[in-house]
């Protein structure tokens, strides 16, 4: 490993892990919230609230797919070094995937889970420029108290992609993440508008 590629990671490892862990979880566990990670470190080609939640929860023992852009000798050394997570080529062996809105039109291949452990499919990291300047949609589910208008910038073709792959409780999981901030949007939750 070639040592000039190592950038910084988190200031304080422990408490910041923590950190990005307690705001992941609590994006999931209110979708659509922006939720936001101050301390996060930067990385060239990552926004520091994606390498946040990459610092935070990969490791040795959760494989990792990265999309094309984000396969980069900086970025696979980085994440190699800070996270130790197994960087691997093939979907389907992904516990999670780093993604740009452009790799967001065909989610196949990725591990959906299975009826008896629905817990073990794909988590989707999602980089985006920003959180708020999509169209707005109705946002509905556990987490939600009636319904969230949520904006994100995302293609139409990811609305439909997981629509057509719907089959709770197995299902993708997604962090978006944007410069210090993330919004999560858990399988269990449910589009009010018809897309198609």
């Known amino acids: 490993m070639n040592a000039q590629r190592l950038q ?5 490892p422990v408490l910041d892990a923590q950190r990005g862990f307690r705001g992941a979880l609590k994006a999931l566990a209110e979708p659509g919230l922006i939720q936001s990670l101050p301390a996060a470190p930067s990385l060239e080609g990552l926004a ?6 990459c610092l935070a929860l990969l490791d040795v023992d959760t494989p990792l797919w990265l999309a094309p852009a984000f396969d980069t000798p900086l ?6 070094f800070h996270c130790g997570c197994p960087l691997i080529t093939r979907r389907e062996e992904a516990a999670f995937a780093l993604l740009g809105e452009q ?16 817990d073990q499919s794909c988590t989707l990291l999602v ?4 959180l708020e300047s999509g169209d707005g949609l109705n946002w509905r ?4 108290e009636t319904v969230r208008r949520v904006s994100l910038p995302l293609p139409r073709g990811f609305w439909l992609e997981r ?3 719907e089959a709770f409780p197995r299902g993708l999981d997604v962090l ?5 901030q993330l919004i999560g949007l858990p399988r269990s939750t449910r589009i009010v508008e018809e897309l198609a």
């Open 8 to 12: 910084p990671a988190f200031v304080d």
């Open 48 to 53: 520091p609230a994606t390498y946040a939640l």
């Open 75 to 80: 970025i696979r050394a980085n994440l190699a």
């Open 103 to 118: 790799d967001l039109s065909d989610l196949g291949g990725f591990d959906h889970g299975n009826d008896r452990y629905p």
């Open 127 to 130: 980089q985006l420029p920003d």
């Open 141 to 144: 589910g556990p987490g939600i």
């Open 163 to 165: 629509q057509r792959r």
């Open 176 to 180: 978006f993440a944007a410069a210090h």
